[in-house]
């Protein structure tokens, strides 16, 4: 059976990564400025790298409340980065 979520994948560079099963992810993510964009290790933001929800050292700062508590941040933190996006172009 062919899974129609899966589609050919043409356009390269590839990038791969490996992804354990977790809790819940990482709870001390990557920092970043208040438009959700990653800074490097100078302190200054790297271009076109946005980070959210888990993956973003956010307002808990390592702590998780409880379950659900990162969905604020992260649809928070995605809207503004999106809206960051719209306007550097």
Not at 23 to 36: F, H, I, Q, V
Request: aromatic letters at 12%.
């Amino acid at each position: 059976m062919k899974n129609s979520n899966l589609g050919f994948c043409g356009v390269w560079p590839f990038y791969a990564l490996s992804i354990y099963p977790g809790n819940a992810s990482t709870l001390y993510g990557l920092d970043a400025k208040e438009n959700a964009q990653v800074l490097g290790q100078d302190g200054k933001p790297i271009e076109k790298l946005y980070a959210v929800d888990l993956d973003q050292n956010h307002v808990f700062r390592g702590a998780y409340p409880g379950g659900g508590s990162s969905i604020g941040p992260g649809m928070t933190f995605g809207h503004i980065s999106a809206r960051h996006l719209i306007e550097i172009k």
